[in-house]
């Protein structure tokens, strides 16, 4: 007998209940999977709508010591892009990758290249799938078009979201992914720049991950935009 | 100190010790309050708090009443997305799946995030044994595996270290660096600390992380971290090793949500940790980054036997931390006299079951009931009542110490003979208030001078419970 068989052969004998027979069990493990609850109460911070949602999204996003710029259509990104490289000292360079949201913009006098991190990033720059007003989080999905290492190998994060992006809470965004059929390797939410309190339980922003994390929030679903 | 020998049997000298120990009780200092205060400001802006805490509570219960089947299901998805589960009955059986996965690629060396199930098995050393070094990348694990200790608390390991020890242990560790560098602040030390791991993470061949959550829905194993390393770990290397313990399952994403909205704020006070991911088996076809392999070394090390027990509701447990944050015991002791992988109030009540009474049975007993941990506990786990039914089966095996026994069968002697029990308590009031003289307070008490050592006894005042409810009775 395996391993397997062994652990599940005593949580079975452990868990047999003479009034629950079996077909019973994994009717109830059957509804759960299929979302019918029973759910926890939605909370209030996570139902913003409207104006109210963005507001929050941009009020969270700094809480959590991000910055945020307004960019009012996608063609105005590279610009918005510069201001904020010159304005941090870094160089005109970024790296991103394959997002259409990327494809033909007009990036300047920024030496833009596509690919994955490397070990020295000054910036890179990713587009959010969704943005989430609850906690001020932006949730990215890994792939050829925002490769996973940009978002922890960046100095200085850049991070694109559309207004039609951000979700009210988190069952948004589920609701979202598992609407869209996405299914990457893995789903990053990520809330703020990195950071650690293991020296002295001082926070010390800049551990591991990026140091900085700025979010370029993009009027509009970005669909008319591209 | 490492745990393969846990010294928790020396849970009372070990506490003399930390009493006695300088460093560690300015670092235990610096860090009180600084839980306490932010995770009381975290809850309190939520005013839904207590209902998530019923809903996390309830989904729990549901997922352990239905384990087996919600293991198959998770299990089930994760080989879907061409991931592969181990099941490891012991640590032993962890110890040799990851070595062999190891050896599967030739590994020199293997990243890790931090993990307290790889502490549980003893990876680290195992691994060092068989000629594959283990690099630590959370900052605290780093300092820590600098120091050649174990972790000291389940989500800030180094919580015990003092900030100059820390540039002590960079500077002999560092060596190859400018001995006159500037180390004089936290920040230099940290930016040191990344610099050096930065490199390390595209040496590793293999990245080993824990897990908060495994979701059977959707076959994802979750972490959920601050700083950064553990993704670094687990999207660079070859291989990713994933370690997580049965109770780690949760059937859906929605259910994912609740331990979310409630892990951050009971932990650090945070609304959201910096990073949550989510991963699904080894990189697709068309991505271009992310381990070629994903491996998830499923451990039930003593849990499974929990499981329909008086202390199945400790695998509610969500590794927050909070209980031993509020902790009066901790908080004087630190984690490490607890003697083994677990300390605190949970490790109080989960190392008896995974180590055995016989050697933790201790630890159930470094408790003054005082109740704060449960009153804190996301998961509403009843810990003090948990640790009662230790001390009870420690007293059934007969491994309470002779005096507590003979103290115990006394008093219990008089408790079967109510009449004499409320004689004899008449009497002992008496001579209490007399030894008292007008003072109304003890400064030294026969046989009590644990308690008086510190403090003052209040004298009993006025009548017996028993006297008092008969004539409220009248």
């Known amino acids: 007998m395996s391993a397997r068989d062994r652990i599940l052969g005593r949580l079975r004998t452990a868990l047999a209940d003479p009034e629950r027979p079996q077909p019973e069990r994994e009717a109830a493990v059957a509804a759960r999977l299929r979302g019918e609850g029973p759910h926890a109460p939605v909370p209030a911070f996570a139902q913003a709508h409207g104006q109210a949602r963005l507001t929050q999204f941009m009020a969270k996003l700094e809480a959590v010591d991000a910055t945020v710029s307004r960019v009012s259509s996608l063609p105005e990104l590279p610009r918005a892009l510069a201001h904020e490289l010159r304005n941090r000292n870094l160089p ?31 910036a890179t720059l990713s587009r959010a799938r969704y943005g989430m007003a609850e906690t001020g989080t932006l949730v990215l999905a890994s792939g050829p078009d925002n490769p996973v290492t940009l978002t922890f190998l960046g100095e200085t994060h850049f991070v694109v979201v559309f207004e039609d992006d951000v979700k009210a809470g988190l069952e948004e965004v589920w609701a979202g992914l598992r609407g869209s059929g996405l299914d990457p390797r893995t789903v990053n939410m990520v809330t703020g720049p990195s950071r650690s309190a293991d020296i002295g339980q001082k926070l010390q922003l800049g551990a591991h991950g990026p140091v900085a994390l700025h979010v370029f929030l993009v009027s509009g679903s970005g669909l008319t935009d591209a | 100190m490492s745990h393969a020998h846990p010294t928790t049997p020396a849970f009372k000298s070990n506490s ?8 560690l009780q300015t670092a235990l200092r610096n860090a009180r309050g600084h839980f306490v205060d932010k995770r009381a400001a975290a809850a309190a802006k939520v005013s839904e708090f207590e209902q998530i805490r019923d809903a996390g509570r309830e989904m729990k219960n549901h997922t352990l009443a239905h384990l087996d089947l919600y293991l198959e299901e998770y299990e089930a998805r994760v080989t879907a997305a061409g991931g592969h589960v181990h099941w490891a009955e012991s640590a032993e059986d962890a110890r040799r799946i990851v070595l062999e996965i190891c050896r599967s690629v030739n590994a020199k060396t293997v990243n890790k995030g931090k993990t307290m199930i790889s502490e549980e098995c003893g990876i680290n050393d195992h691994l060092a044994a068989n000629g594959i070094t283990p690099v630590e990348t959370d900052l605290g694990e780093y300092i820590i595996q600098l120091r050649h200790e174990a972790p000291s608390h389940i989500i800030a390991p180094a919580v015990h ?3 100059p020890e820390i540039e002590a242990a960079f500077r002999k560790a560092h060596a190859h660096l400018p001995p006159d560098r500037d180390l004089s602040d936290n920040a230099t030390l940290q ?28 076959g994802q194993s979750v972490i959920v971290t601050n700083e950064g390393n553990g993704d670094l770990s687990q999207s660079l290397p ?5 370690m997580a313990s049965l109770e780690k399952l949760v059937p859906t994403l929605d259910d994912a949500a609740t331990v979310l909205r409630l892990l951050a704020r009971s932990a650090t006070g ?6 949550t991911t989510f991963s699904s088996g080894p990189r697709r076809s068309e991505d271009p980054d992310g381990p070629e392999q994903y491996h998830v070394v499923l451990l039930d090390n003593g849990r499974s036997n929990m499981v329909g027990t008086e202390f199945q509701e400790m ?23 607890y003697g083994w992988v677990y300390p605190g109030p949970m490790g109080a009540v989960l190392t008896p079951s995974l180590i055995g009474v016989e050697e933790g049975g201790q630890l159930p007993n470094a408790s003054t009931f005082c109740g704060r941990c449960e009153s804190v506990c996301p998961m509403k786990i009843p810990l003090p009542r948990m640790m009662r039914h230790w001390r009870e089966r420690e007293f059934e095996k007969r491994l309470t110490p002779s005096a507590a026994r003979y103290g115990l069968s006394l008093w219990a002697f008089f408790a079967r003979r109510p009449a004499l029990y409320r004689f004899g308590t008449r009497m002992g009031m008496k001579a209490l208030r007399r030894l008292a003289g007008g003072r109304g307070r003890l400064a030294s008490l026969p046989l009590g001078g644990g308690w ?20 409220a009775r009248r």
């Open chain 2, 16 to 23: 003399r010790d930390a009493l006695a120990n300088a460093n």
């Open chain 2, 191 to 218: 930016m040191e600390a990344r610099r050096i791991l930065r490199e390390k993470y595209f040496q590793a061949e293999v990245g080993i992380t824990g897990a908060n959550m495994l979701i059977a829905e959707t």
């Open chain 1, 92 to 122: 005109a360079e970024i790296r991103h990758g394959a997002d259409p949201a990327f494809a033909g913009l007009d990036w300047g006098a920024i030496s833009a290249s596509t690919g994955i991190g490397r070990i020295e990033e000054p």
């Open chain 2, 238 to 242: 070859k291989v990713h090793i994933v």
């Open chain 2, 270 to 275: 945070q609304e959201m940790s910096v990073y």
């Open chain 2, 452 to 471: 008086t050592g510190e403090r003052d006894f209040p004298a009993p005042q006025g009548k017996t419970f028993m006297d008092q409810w008969k004539e």
């Open chain 2, 315 to 337: 695998l509610r447990c969500i590794r927050c931390g909070a209980c031993m944050n509020h902790c009066p015991v901790y908080q004087s002791v630190g984690g490490h006299a």
């Open chain 2, 161 to 163: 270290v003092t900030v």
